[in-house]
């Protein structure tokens, strides 16, 4: 998925902008950079984080970067901040999100004869690359920033580092947030509230969908008002988010605690210990056992010195490696227990699979599996969410196959979760993973425990609803 962050300060910001950068690095997966403007020009470092810390790649580039203003970000694909000449000036841009429509809008950029684009290392276009090109087709940073966000089928939120301070815009629908933070000299940008306390700042204000704001030191300007339609990302609050986080003033470990303490009222299973997966599954396990009063417990202790996040390898056989050695079990909370695990998520089931059978081995009597939201049967339109290349490697999208023949079809009855076709598309995952029990998040009680309206939630990888799927290209309105 990404993050990034902004700094203008009246002071060198740089400590700050590393500080700052690196409180997003749950978000990415291959590429960490930050970009700093100083009266000599500017200054910039991209690495790849891949198989390291964002800290350890950068620590010595810090040394030697200097200026009142900067951007940095952790990018899932493409390296980032592009530093851009255009009629516009000299600026660095850092993007997050996805372009859906980028072949359409880079074939739209070739008819004008006057633009080029640069192939990313792994093939394709660098979608920074090309908002970029849009934004310099209009007559200011605000027209153009303004033009391309209205473009993109997707989402993109945008950092622009100028001369004139920092530009910030969250995208149309607000899929991803953009949080402004202030201390006394200082002013800072952000997609995690977390990045803000352990340096001071305190958050002033949240942009809306489609804002368009310049950040200087002497304060926030605002240059394009937010629209009057959200699509927040709910699985921001399920997964993605840091516990320390909030997005729209609702803080992720308060949601997930929610999000475990609703599982639980509807939960008839009788266990000896409840648990999460860690580490996001933790706050909703958490939430179930103080709602049912029964023990949490760590059967699994995570080993986090030297082993990542599991999603973000590039290959499926190292995300499984990953995922294996990085949760050591412990046999004397194990053996012989009725174990309920809490989830974020099932989205392949592939290296859950193998967490269960170890559960067994290690002489478990039953295992449950409680995830924290309904069954994912719709690949994400909007954001970079899972590195499944189809729908199908989604467990409830390959259960509906098998049930319905190898086609896809009563799409609205398996997103239901009172209907028979869900409850048989959900026995067919827990028996794929052998599991004593499955029981999903019902979709009413989760966007309950986010507090915010549905009609502002994005929840199309559930139910194939947005708001705005008509007009972006999803699948119902």
Same mark, same amino acid.
């Given at each position: 998925?990404?993050?990034?962050?902004?700094?203008?300060?009246? %002071?060198?910001?740089?400590?700050?902008?590393? +500080?700052?950068?690196?409180? #997003?690095?749950?978000? !990415?997966?291959?590429?960490?950079?930050?970009?700093?403007?100083?009266?000599? !020009?500017?200054?910039?470092?991209?690495?790849?984080?891949?198989?390291?810390?964002?800290?350890?790649?950068?620590?010595?580039?810090?040394?030697?970067? #200097?200026?009142?203003?900067?951007?940095?970000?952790?990018?899932?694909? %493409?390296?980032?901040?592009?530093?851009? $000449?255009?009629?516009?000036?000299?600026?660095?841009?850092?993007?997050? !999100?996805?372009?859906?429509?980028?072949?359409?809008?880079?074939?739209?950029?070739?008819?004008?004869? *006057? @633009?080029?684009?640069?192939?990313?290392?792994?093939?394709?276009?660098?979608?920074?690359?090309?908002?970029?090109?849009?934004?310099?087709?209009?007559?200011?940073?605000?027209?153009?920033?303004?033009?391309?966000?209205?473009?993109?089928?997707?989402?993109?939120?945008?950092?622009?580092?100028?001369?004139?301070?920092?530009?910030?815009?969250?995208? %149309?629908?607000?899929?991803?947030?953009?949080?402004?933070?202030?201390?006394?000299? /200082?002013?800072?940008?952000?997609?995690?509230?977390? *990045?803000?306390?352990?340096?001071?700042?305190?958050?002033?204000?949240?942009?809306?969908?489609?804002?368009?704001?310049?950040?200087?030191?002497?304060?926030?300007?605002?240059?394009?008002?937010?629209?009057?339609?959200?699509?927040?990302?709910?699985?921001?609050?399920?997964?993605?988010?840091?516990?320390?986080?909030?997005?729209?003033?609702?803080?992720?470990?308060?949601?997930?605690?929610?999000?475990?303490?609703?599982?639980?009222?509807?939960?008839?299973?009788?266990?000896?210990?409840?648990?999460?997966?860690?580490? /996001?599954?933790?706050?909703?396990?958490? $939430?179930?056992?103080?709602?049912?009063?029964?023990? +949490?417990?760590?059967?699994?202790?995570?080993?986090?010195?030297?082993?990542?996040?599991?999603?973000?390898?590039?290959?499926?056989?190292?995300?499984?490696?990953?995922?294996?050695?990085?949760?050591?079990?412990?046999?004397?909370?194990?053996?012989?227990?009725?174990?309920?695990?809490?989830?974020?998520?099932?989205?392949?089931? @592939?290296?859950?699979?193998?967490?269960?059978?170890?559960?067994?081995?290690?002489?478990?009597?039953?295992?449950?599996?409680?995830?924290?939201?309904?069954?994912?049967?719709?690949?994400?339109?909007?954001?970079?969410?899972?590195?499944?290349?189809?729908?199908?490697?989604?467990?409830?999208?390959?259960?509906?196959?098998?049930?319905?023949?190898?086609?896809?079809?009563?799409?609205? %009855? +398996?997103?239901?979760?009172?209907?028979?076709?869900?409850?048989?598309?959900?026995?067919?995952?827990?028996?794929?993973?052998?599991? @004593?029990?499955?029981? +999903?998040?019902?979709?009413?009680?989760?966007?309950? *425990?986010?507090?915010?309206?549905?009609?502002?939630?994005?929840?199309?990888?559930?139910?194939?609803?947005?708001?705005?799927?008509?007009?972006?290209? !999803? *699948?119902?309105?």
């Amino acid at each position: 998925m990404g993050g990034f962050f902004g700094v203008v300060s009246n %002071e060198d910001c740089c400590l700050d902008l590393f +500080y700052g950068t690196d409180y #997003h690095s749950h978000l !990415g997966t291959c590429r960490g950079g930050l970009a700093v403007l100083n009266d000599r !020009g500017f200054a910039r470092n991209i690495h790849d984080i891949t198989n390291a810390q964002f800290r350890s790649k950068f620590e010595s580039d810090i040394k030697t970067m #200097h200026g009142p203003s900067g951007i940095g970000v952790i990018s899932d694909n %493409e390296s980032q901040p592009l530093i851009i $000449g255009s009629h516009l000036g000299t600026y660095a841009i850092v993007t997050v !999100g996805v372009v859906k429509n980028a072949e359409k809008l880079a074939g739209n950029a070739y008819k004008k004869r *006057a @633009t080029h684009f640069s192939e990313m290392s792994g093939g394709g276009l660098n979608p920074t690359e090309l908002f970029a090109t849009m934004i310099n087709q209009e007559a200011s940073f605000e027209e153009g920033l303004k033009s391309a966000l209205v473009q993109v089928q997707g989402s993109m939120s945008v950092l622009l580092l100028t001369e004139h301070g920092i530009y910030a815009a969250r995208d %149309e629908l607000g899929r991803t947030p953009v949080i402004i933070g202030k201390k006394p000299g /200082s002013w800072a940008v952000t997609m995690e509230t977390t *990045a803000f306390p352990n340096l001071d700042y305190e958050v002033e204000r949240y942009l809306g969908p489609g804002e368009i704001v310049l950040i200087t030191p002497d304060g926030v300007e605002q240059k394009c008002p937010p629209g009057d339609k959200m699509q927040i990302c709910s699985f921001l609050w399920v997964y993605y988010g840091f516990p320390a986080s909030s997005y729209e003033g609702i803080n992720v470990e308060d949601v997930r605690y929610r999000c475990g303490a609703a599982l639980a009222r509807k939960d008839p299973a009788e266990i000896d210990l409840a648990a999460g997966i860690p580490d /996001s599954g933790t706050g909703h396990a958490i $939430g179930y056992a103080n709602e049912k009063k029964i023990p +949490y417990g760590r059967p699994f202790a995570k080993y986090t010195p030297t082993w990542p996040r599991s999603f973000m390898p590039q290959v499926q056989e190292m995300r499984d490696l990953v995922a294996r050695m990085k949760l050591i079990p412990i046999r004397d909370l194990i053996a012989g227990k009725r174990l309920l695990f809490c989830e974020d998520s099932i989205v392949r089931g @592939t290296q859950l699979k193998d967490t269960i059978q170890r559960l067994y081995d290690y002489g478990a009597l039953e295992v449950h599996m409680r995830p924290a939201c309904p069954p994912l049967i719709f690949g994400c339109e909007f954001l970079n969410f899972s590195r499944s290349r189809s729908e199908l490697d989604l467990a409830g999208r390959r259960a509906i196959r098998e049930l319905e023949g190898g086609v896809d079809k009563h799409m609205e %009855e +398996y997103a239901d979760p009172k209907s028979d076709r869900h409850a048989a598309m959900v026995d067919r995952i827990g028996q794929r993973l052998s599991l @004593t029990s499955l029981r +999903y998040q019902e979709l009413p009680d989760l966007v309950e *425990a986010i507090g915010l309206p549905k009609e502002t939630l994005c929840t199309y990888c559930w139910d194939g609803c947005t708001g705005c799927a008509a007009k972006k290209g !999803g *699948a119902k309105a």
